[in-house]
């Protein structure tokens, strides 16, 4: 009779190979849609050149899906290996909830700097939970053909930024600040987010607000909205429904001679403007003042401790710290920086431009991306709307800023304090 057993050795053998290879797979959950081919591409075989044992795969789902979709996912026991964090808050959740694996102990976290890792630790900074991966710099984009047409200079100052914004107004045809309120996140995320650190002095006020130590009614802050007040004049005809969007278009086509932005915006602008764009930062109040640029941590990565693959997602993690791949992704994905401490040669000249600001101005974070959207009313909510309601003339700073801090103290006892 013919023996069985060599052929269930070799059963057994290939079976085991198998479930080897499918060991070494890992899934990555992803908000940024627009990155698939970036991650397939370039980014996952650059990995693969160095670690062909293991398989990566990219998943990403709709901006406005993920959040819920992973938390249901994070649930069901069904998330990929592999998680793209949100800062602060919505990633503190997470692994509140034990659905992100702390990573004191991952080497490739001593590439970064305390400000970078702040926006995916505990509030007491004891634990890290997810690896700093990029960043956007707020600034201003502005057309070099109709500056050069009105012999006009990137402003530095306050005074110049206005005496800009006065020049092409009234001896041309452009709209001065392509920018509208219809979508009002701007108001906050772009304009207020962009402009106010260099008025309450950056980390500093920021953390000031955190510890009780100021309030939103106090100058530095009302300042800012002070000036966006005095932006209406300049933002062309039917502004308040005017789009993101619309924004887009107008400074694309070469109607607008500045643009309130993100870094986020260069490549779109690489591909629809015909017109060369420069970058400058906020402007200060005086020559000479120290700068503050909102150098905010954007995107992170973190692993999920029901992983089957936790070492391979471990060695995912420390090369997304490398040199290698700080290059490859600042370069890449245009106008998102790398968080580690790696020098970086960028390509792009309006990128670098923007990135080159870290070295003479202090780096700080969105206002309230930290502890403030924790309670009722959501500051974040509330700041959409005091903003716009600012740039459309509704409501005065003094009122917007009574609003932001009765809303803040209601909830949080340092301020209620």
Avoid at 23 to 43: F, G, N, P, Y
Avoid at 53 to 67: A, G, L, M
Avoid at 260 to 271: A, E, K, L, M, R
Avoid at 331 to 345: A, I
Wanted: charged share 20%; aromatic share 12%.
């Amino acid at each position: 009779m013919l023996s069985l057993k060599p052929t269930l050795s070799l059963t057994a053998a290939l079976l085991t190979a198998s479930l080897a290879v499918e060991a070494q797979t890992l899934t990555i959950e992803s908000w940024r849609v627009d990155d698939k081919d970036l991650w397939q591409d370039i980014l996952i075989p650059a990995f693969n050149q160095q670690h062909p044992e293991i398989e990566v795969r990219f998943n990403p789902t709709s901006p406005t899906e993920y959040d819920s979709s992973l938390n249901a996912r994070m649930q069901a026991g069904t998330a990929g290996d592999l998680v793209t964090c949100r800062p602060f808050d919505v990633s503190l959740n997470l692994y509140r909830q034990g659905h992100l694996m702390a990573l004191n102990e991952l080497p490739g976290l001593d590439h970064y700097q305390d400000f970078a890792k702040r926006a995916w630790s505990t509030d007491d900074g004891a634990t890290a939970f997810c690896l700093p991966m990029a960043s956007v710099i707020h600034g201003f984009f502005y057309n070099k053909a109709i500056f050069s047409e009105l012999s006009l200079e990137p402003p530095e100052t306050l005074d110049e930024f206005h005496a800009v914004l006065e020049t092409v107004k009234s001896e041309s045809r452009y709209t001065p600040l392509a920018l509208g309120t219809n979508d009002q996140w701007e108001a906050n995320q772009i304009v207020f987010t962009n402009i106010g650190p260099n008025f309450w002095q950056g980390e500093a006020g920021r953390l000031a607000l955190i510890n009780g130590e100021a309030t939103f009614t106090d100058a530095p802050y009302v300042a800012a909205w002070e000036e966006m007040a005095r932006w209406s004049d300049y933002m062309g005809r039917g502004y308040p429904s005017q789009t993101y969007g619309d924004s887009q278009n107008l400074f694309a086509l070469g109607r607008a001679a500045i643009y309130p932005t993100g870094s986020w915006d260069t490549s779109y602008f690489n591909d629809q403007a015909s017109f060369e764009f420069g970058a400058f930062k906020p402007p200060v109040a005086a020559a000479g003042d120290q700068c503050h640029i909102s150098d905010h941590t954007d995107m992170g990565i973190g692993i999920n401790p029901a992983s089957d693959n936790p070492e391979a997602a471990k060695t995912f993690l420390n090369w997304v710290a490398s040199a290698d791949f700080a290059d490859l992704f600042t370069n890449e994905v245009t106008g998102f920086f790398s968080l580690s401490t790696h020098p970086v040669e960028v390509n792009d000249p309006v990128a670098a431009e923007m990135i080159s600001w870290r070295d003479e101005c202090d780096s700080t974070i969105r206002l309230n991306a930290q502890v403030m959207n924790r309670g009722t009313p959501n500051m974040e909510q509330e700041l959409w709307i005091v903003s716009s309601q600012v740039l459309n003339g509704d409501i005065t700073p003094e009122e917007a800023a009574a609003r932001i801090q009765t809303g803040f103290a209601q909830w949080y006892e340092p301020q209620s304090e």
